[in-house]
């Protein structure tokens, strides 16, 4: 199994589209998660670094500017998904990758925190 560490950078990233308000509360991921042929179409305009910000994790062993590197996508390229961050989660915490776990969760939390949803 493949082992992972936090992107460090993407997760500043995603906190700055939560403060600017660039995100979706709504939205069935499996509909809108990018799939290889929008990630292409990204990688054609953005940087390796662009394309980078988006993912909370980083694959150990896999070399820098390859998508292999990049794991854990949590939007869209435009904004981020309240159900990228739930499903980075849940994958996570299936794998047991602890780190990237707590990060896509604390990101959740400040996601909802600023959309002002609280537990009732």
């Keep these: 199994m493949a082992s992972y560490s936090v992107n460090s950078a993407a997760v500043a990233h995603v906190h700055g589209l939560i403060d600017k308000r660039r995100y979706v509360l709504d ?44 794991a854990f996508v949590c939007g869209d390229f435009s904004r ?3 159900s990228g961050l739930i499903a980075c989660v849940y994958r996570a915490a299936e794998w047991r990758h602890k780190a990237v776990e707590r990060a896509a ?16």
């Design 80 to 82: 981020v998904h309240r």
């Design 27 to 70: 939205s069935e991921w499996g509909e809108v998660q990018p799939d290889a042929a929008a990630q292409n179409t990204y990688l054609k305009r953005h940087s390796w670094e662009e394309y980078a910000a988006w993912h909370l994790g980083l694959t150990e062993g896999a070399n820098d500017e390859t998508k292999a590197r990049y």
């Design 105 to 120: 969760y604390e990101l959740l939390q400040a996601l909802d925190a600023k959309a002002g949803i609280t537990a009732e």
